[in-house]
């Protein structure tokens, strides 16, 4: 099938950041196989179908590089709280009653959310994943899901888990026409031990995939990694050996320079979470100083628990504005470093940078479509200020991940709202708090 | 007329935060006549028109209390500077060249803006008010709106623009049905003597109207004040008697104890224009202390050229969320309390909380309606919550001021966005730069 659309600006996002105004994209089946200028009628013949993009803005789908969709079923629950408190007496209790059913509805909320906000990537570290993989394989978008692991209780236990999550890699990793990859992730070194992490750590070079992990989210997780180990997190993790394997670690809030260049020089990948952070109360992590020691940091949500949703327009927005303000620079994180942290570095802490993240031909087909013709886009004038700065999530019109749409004309194509809906009420209904 | 709108949530926001569950909120000509439960059939008879509000969020329509509407015909055309240099060498050239057809379509898109994304007050602050005026007469939208006065230029100059704002309070105070209010407004300390803002001063006590004024956004400001007139902003400010009159200040970023006790004692209201400041990195307000205080603080977006929209629910979830992760403090700044500073703080920051921004009987009927029924606003658990940590300015689908639908299902009523758009990009385009 050899698809084109013709007639729209094209936010390639590629090394130069070149936009091209009266531009086409074409792709056959899941690969991109033009970009240019539109062509004209004779070479559109070779087409199956020619889709007219006038007033579109056409861009790389977003990727959002850290979150736990299944929580989404707990969106609201808890506001206004800090970390600690917020996990050990809200949410681990109700997370606790969770079963495969309450992940699948949670998912099916956070998955027609990123549809709608042009997500076409997402990180997801939770419990009952084959229920998440099994969306992900339905509904068309991609994922490089973990079974997340908390190592307290027994040894009995934490080998349990090793064991789900080992199973779920081999059952799932490359599933979906390679639309699902996965990971192995200890939750954090605060919650397991090192020499659990060292575990999770040799399975995860045994089946060679990545490592996740949060880190450093908080002042007081790191206090409290010094005076359990002696060092700071970053350091701890490399002494366990962590960063021997590719690894994305989320939030990265509290680091040293001697920190960030370890991160550096291991090339660890880093999810910036800046709304859940503020939320949280946890801080503002060092982007700036991040970036410009070369460590590939990427924008995540979190959770809907801690957003309290998964548009990430608002990260990318965020994460153009929020280190100008705070630093007093004006020129940290312009415009399109934002926008590369949102699609093409998102690719990179995915280990897919050559796949997914920017529109050139040979990639994977994602991508999203904006309506250009609302008065907030104009003067039309320069479109990725407008996408970082003025756009929002809701101006998606079209979300396409490996060449298949699954939100056309706002019309989501594979997954029913009104239903999940329905079942992630009635099942928050049923918690018992 | 009377209109009711059934079966509906009704976000109150009166002074108990009140939420009333399957509720109706009912008005006759531009008041509030009725909020409550849904009546029975036979109470419905009474009115002329009954809309379903099924799925519906009503809440008060938010205040916008800073901003330049006009400066949106320069949406994206400078970013990432720092304040001085992008009012200096992109703002000044380029608004020295508006005329009245310039401010007109950029105050369309903005007003267009505005009423898509929930807006249904805002104050203004710029040239060629009379074009502001007209537009907020016909579209039905509520402004406070004042000429800016810069002092720069000669005695001349500055005469005839305190010509120009003294007679436009004349000719627009409390027109169109009462929703045109005025203000008097010096620019900015640093753009105006002591005896320009001291003229403006004395004006706005013979007119009877409130006085808006910039202060305190950068450090650079304040540094230039002190040095300039011995004291930091709001000293000067107080010496020079602006205090003594009905004051909105913009900004107010940079303040130490004793300037935010100044504010309290004399009841000044502050305008936090949190996307502004950061992205002109400015700062992060106090906005805790000043609250705590008992300072009035309301949003502002500021304009289009620093922002880049007009979208206040941005405002909202970020007054909600920054000042918790800059202070760590994980109850700074409530959601409740985000939520009054949206509608009933902005109210009384123009002077107006007997008559807006909260839904009780005898107050305008300047209300928005938000869907309900999305995937990101469930589960159906917290609507205060969802409202300001998850909810988008998209998800409005009708607002209403004085009774009168200026949205209704999305559609807009008084304005037409196509000849905005078309008239906008053709006037930017005619500019030199």
């Known amino acids: ?83 600690q408190q917020w996990l050990e007496d809200k949410m681990w209790p109700m997370e606790a009653q969770f079963t495969a059913e309450h992940v699948k509805w949670g998912t099916s909320l956070s998955i027609i959310e990123m549809i709608r906000t042009g997500t076409t990537t997402f990180v997801d570290m939770y419990d009952h994943m084959g229920e998440v993989a099994k969306l992900v394989a339905d509904t068309g978008i991609r994922g490089s899901l973990c079974r997340g692991m908390i190592g307290f209780g027994t040894e009995e236990q934490r080998q349990q888990k090793l064991a789900e999550a080992t199973a779920f890699v081999r059952e799932w990793n490359n599933q979906a026409d390679g639309r699902i990859t996965t990971m192995m992730a200890p939750h954090a070194p605060y919650t397991c031990s090192p020499e659990f992490i060292a575990q999770i750590v040799e399975k995860s070079a045994e089946l ?42 989320a939030h990265a809030v509290h680091l040293t320079d001697e920190e960030i260049e370890i991160l550096a020089k291991y090339d660890v990948k880093v999810s910036h979470n800046v709304v859940s952070n503020l939320k949280l109360a946890s801080g503002v992590a060092r982007v700036p100083e991040m970036l410009a020691k070369g460590v590939s940091v990427s924008l995540g949500t979190d959770s809907s628990a801690s957003n309290n949703n998964l548009n990430l327009f608002e990260e990318l927005k965020l994460a153009a504005t929020i280190h100008k303000g705070v630093t007093y620079n004006p020129i940290a994180v312009p415009a399109e470093e934002a926008l590369r942290m949102a699609t093409i570095y998102g690719a990179d802490c995915v280990f897919q940078a050559n796949q997914i993240g920017s529109l050139e031909i040979g990639k994977q087909a994602d991508f999203i479509m904006l309506d250009a013709n609302q008065a907030h886009f104009h003067p039309a004038n320069n479109p990725i200020s407008h996408i970082v700065y003025a756009a929002n999530g809701r101006d998606v019109t079209d979300t396409v991940v490996a060449g298949k749409f699954l939100m056309r004309d706002r019309q989501l194509q594979t997954i029913d709202e009104e239903r999940a809906i329905h079942e992630a009420d009635r099942l928050f209904q049923q918690l018992s708090y």
Chains 1, 2 share one sequence.
């Open 208 to 249: 060679q995939v990545p490592m996740h992990i949060h880190m450093s989210e908080t002042r007081f997780e790191v206090e409290q990694n010094v005076r359990d180990y002696g060092v700071r997190p970053v350091a701890h993790l490399e002494n366990i050996g962590v960063f021997a394997r590719p690894t994305l670690v």
């Open 1 to 83: 099938m050899k698809t084109i659309i013709t007639n729209a600006t094209i936010i390639t996002v590629n090394s130069q950041n070149e936009v091209i105004h009266n531009g086409a994209l074409g792709f056959t089946d899941q690969v991109l196989t033009y970009i240019g200028p539109t062509p004209t009628e004779p070479e559109l013949a070779g087409y199956d179908e020619v889709i007219d993009g006038t007033n579109k803005w056409i861009m790389p789908g977003l990727v959002n590089t850290h979150g736990h969709v299944g929580m989404s079923l707990l969106r609201g629950f808890a506001d206004d709280l800090p970390l």
